[in-house]
Every structure is written in structure tokens, then in C-alpha cells.
């Protein structure tokens, strides 16, 4: 495996300055050279120019957060990443490599949750390139590599939970939003590791059932949140059946049997629990026969 090494390069504009003096010195002396007849001179001095518009050739620039892999006849020879214009060997190729922070989102993919039912789910990841050699020579397109491999971290992360828990404590797709998020960042880092990126963030963008069940789910839903409410709605009425029941003891104003209590309680329940509004009949008689 290739790893990454700083190349360290000579100041470009150092060297721009060298060369042009040259160039400059160079042609002086072929004037001379000729006014003199003197071949020898003039051969040296075009020897001189072609040398440094070829030692030309090897200044080149580097922006902030990029780096150049460098080679020479397809040996590495190291990554420059010092800022400005520089100069190496010009028979050096250069490839430039964006370290800037990148993201994208994946597309959206149909896969079964962990029950097998149908969704469709797409992620943001956040990423960026800390080892250019790795990114350049352990992979063929290190970008068209970290979009594939996002995709298969995605699929294989949405076979290990279900889209709902149906059980308190359960980890799910659309509950367990930081737990997914941390997995799925790791399981991507692993599979992109070996080509010199870093994971900075990933987290699930979309996340729907699919159009063939979605009708479906939707009433499963509508069902668990209707009988969610009711019991917190029968809970609350048994608490509050339970307080007028304990007041009216204590006032010592009304003394009730036990027959009249269990009509009383069935009647609190029913008002409270009722869908609608209860109509209540006033009775303007006893309660005994």
C-alpha cells in the first residue's frame, strides 16, 4: 500500500528569477559570441536557453487545501502541498488533488428494512481526501469509488434496522436518527479508508416506504397512533374518576354504595372517553327507587 509523503519543493518564483538571469545572460553572450565569430560561446549559450525553458517547465502552482502527486517516469515521488508557485524536477507529472471538504447525496435506493418491507432511503455524506496517494494509486476514480461504496454502506445499513420499532427501546431507521447517523458514518469510513478518505458526516436525507406499501403503512400508522392516544386518554380518565370519587368522600355530602359508584364510574368513563362530545341526560328524580 502507498502512503502518502511531502515532496518538498523549491520556491518558484526563486528559481523563475534564476532561469530568466540565465536566459538574459545566455543571449548576451551569443550576440557577443557572433560579433566574435566565436562558435563555441554561442553553442553553450543555446544550450543554456533550451536548459532553462525546460527547467521552466517545472514551476507550477498550488492553491490552498490541494495537493499535487508527483511522479517521474511512473515512480511516486511525493505530493507537494506548500501553497504559492513552486518548483520541482520538470520531467515530474503532476496530478492536482482537492483536499477541500465535499459532500453529496446518494441517490435514492430501494431496499427491505430488516421485516422485508419495501423503502426508499438516500444519505448526505460529508467527506474529504487526507492521503493523495492512496486516493490516486489504491483506486481507480477515487470519487466514482466513494460514491459506490456510500451506496452499498446505505443498503447494508438498511437491512439491520426496520423503518419503525414496534417495541419500546428498539433502534429504527426513522426513531433512531443518531444512532443510525453514527453507524452508517463508520461503516462508510471502513469501506473508504483504504482509499486516503475521511468521513466527516453522514446522515440519511430521505427515508419514505415504498410507493407499492405506502398506502398501507401510512393506515398502520394512523392505527398505532389512534390507540396511543387512547390509552393516554383512558389513563387519564381512570385518574380523574378516580379524584372526583376521593373529593366526594371527603366532603361527606354524598354517600354512595357500591352499586351507585360503579354507575358512577361507568358514566365518568364513557364522557371522558367518548369520540364525541356526550349528551348527558339530567336526572330530576331520585337516585333509589
Known amino acids: 500500500m502507498i502512503r502518502e509523503r511531502e515532496r518538498q519543493t523549491t520556491s518558484g518564483l526563486l528559481m523563475l528569477a534564476v532561469f530568466l538571469i540565465l536566459i538574459a545572460l545566455a543571449v548576451v553572450g551569443i550576440v557577443r559570441a557572433a560579433r566574435a565569430d566565436d562558435v563555441r560561446v554561442a553553442v553553450i549559450g543555446a544550450v543554456v536557453i533550451v536548459a532553462s525553458l525546460i527547467g521552466l517547465a517545472g514551476l507550477f502552482t498550488v492553491a490552498p487545501n490541494q495537493g499535487l502527486v508527483l511522479q517521474l517516469f511512473g515512480a511516486y515521488r511525493g505530493t507537494a502541498r506548500e501553497e504559492g508557485l513552486r518548483w520541482a524536477n520538470p520531467f515530474y507529472s503532476k496530478k492536482r488533488i482537492s483536499l477541500r471538504v465535499r459532500n453529496f447525496e446518494s441517490a435514492h435506493l430501494k431496499v427491505n428494512d430488516t421485516d422485508g418491507n419495501p423503502i426508499e432511503i438516500a444519505s448526505i455524506v460529508v467527506w474529504r481526501v487526507v492521503d493523495t496517494a492512496e486516493a490516486v494509486f489504491e483506486v481507480d476514480d477515487y470519487e466514482h469509488y466513494v460514491r459506490v461504496q456510500t451506496e452499498s454502506a446505505v443498503r447494508n445499513l438498511a437491512t439491520h434496522y426496520p423503518y419503525d420499532a414496534h417495541l419500546e427501546g428498539h433502534l429504527s431507521l426513522r426513531?433512531?436518527?443518531?444512532?443510525?447517523?453514527?453507524?452508517?458514518?463508520?461503516?462508510?469510513?471502513?469501506?473508504?479508508?483504504?482509499?486516503?478518505?475521511?468521513?466527516?458526516?453522514?446522515?440519511?436525507?430521505?427515508?419514505?416506504?415504498?410507493?407499492?406499501?405506502?398506502?398501507?403503512?401510512?393506515?398502520?400508522?394512523?392505527?398505532?397512533?389512534?390507540?396511543?392516544?387512547?390509552?393516554?386518554?383512558?389513563?387519564?380518565?381512570v385518574g380523574m374518576v378516580d379524584m372526583a370519587l376521593e373529593l366526594l368522600e371527603k366532603s361527606d355530602k354524598v354517600h354512595l354504595d357500591e352499586e351507585r359508584k360503579a354507575a358512577m364510574v361507568s358514566n365518568l368513563l364513557v364522557v371522558l372517553c367518548a369520540a364525541h362530545d356526550a349528551q348527558p341526560v339530567v336526572n330530576t328524580g331520585t337516585l333509589y327507587q
Open 175 to 237: 426513531g433512531s436518527t443518531d444512532e443510525v447517523a453514527k453507524r452508517l458514518k463508520t461503516e462508510i469510513q471502513d469501506r473508504l479508508a483504504k482509499a486516503g478518505v475521511e468521513v466527516s458526516e453522514a446522515r440519511i436525507s430521505h427515508l419514505a416506504y415504498a410507493q407499492e406499501i405506502a398506502a398501507a403503512m401510512l393506515r398502520r400508522q394512523q392505527a398505532g397512533a389512534i390507540i396511543a392516544a387512547r390509552q393516554k386518554i383512558v389513563e387519564g380518565a
